[in-house]
T-cell receptor, first 111, second 112 residues
Framework: GEDVEQSLFLSVREGDSSVINCTYT??????LYWYKQEPGAGLQLLTY?????DMKQDQRLTVLLNKKDKHLSLRIADTQTGDSAIYFC???????????FGTGTQLKVEL | IAGITQAPTSQILAAGRRMTLRCTQD?????MYWYRQDLGLGLRLIHY???????GKGEVPDGYSVSRANTDDFPLTLASAVPSQTSVYFC???????????FGPGTRLTVL
């Protein structure tokens, strides 16, 4: 099955860019997602990218997909304290609607 | 009700007891899911249901059962709770035409 990995922790200064990385193993993943989880809450979808795309930009968020290396990244421009949360990448494999989540990256934004 | 709700918010349970976590959605989504979230392991799928009347096993189904009698409700039952089932449980739903999964607020379960 799919295996999705992320680094556990990232710390940045307010106003800097954050880059959260994710690697996955299943090359047939059709969609790749980024979810955000704020303390004590459920997950909210931030953005997603279809497997035939290399990049997707949505306001301060940029998703880059390198299919050859099975590497996904989420860049947050001008990071704010409100961006402090856990970020999960997830892959949707072909033929189903089940997601495989990474371990989550805790983003801490310092003043 | 708006979106997806879970009950209870939190529960402390003695080992060996039976417990049902409730999940209800009002979005008429076909598919529903149960995940558990553990530190360092991310979210792992326990059981899922693609449509009312059908269920399937996820990555970590042992010790859990589900039912899907109707579109809106997807309860998760622990027949005889064990301490390793201490976790935060999230229910989610999605439409068959849209892969976005919507998550409930979670249930924090502690088994002593």
């Amino acid at each position: 099955g799919e295996d999705v990995e992320q680094s556990l922790f990232l710390s940045v200064r307010e106003g800097d860019s954050s880059v959260i990385n994710c690697t996955y193993t299943d090359s047939s993943s059709t969609y790749l997602y980024w979810y955000k989880q704020e303390p004590g809450a459920g997950l909210q979808l931030l953005t997603y990218i279809f497997s035939n795309m290399d990049m997707k930009q949505d306001q301060r968020l940029t998703v880059l997909l390198n299919k050859k290396d099975k590497h996904l990244s989420l860049r947050i421009a001008d990071t704010q304290t409100g961006d402090s949360a856990i970020y999960f990448c997830a892959g949707l494999t072909g033929g189903g609607n089940k997601l495989t989540f990474g371990t989550g990256t805790q983003l801490k934004v310092e003043l | 009700i708006a979106g997806i709700t879970q009950a209870p918010t939190s529960q402390i349970l003695a080992a060996g007891r039976r417990m049902t976590l409730r999940c209800t959605q009002d979005m008429r989504h076909n598919a529903m899911y149960w995940y558990r979230q553990d530190l360092g392991l991310g979210l792992r799928l326990i059981h899922y249901s693609n449509t009312a009347g059908t269920t399937g096993k996820g990555e970590v189904p042992d010790g859990y059962s589900v039912s899907r009698a109707n579109t809106d409700d997807f309860p998760l039952t622990l027949a005889s709770a064990v301490p390793s089932q201490t976790s935060v449980y999230f229910c989610a739903s999605s439409d068959q035409d849209n892969n976005e999964q919507f998550f409930g607020p979670g249930t924090r379960l502690t088994v002593l």
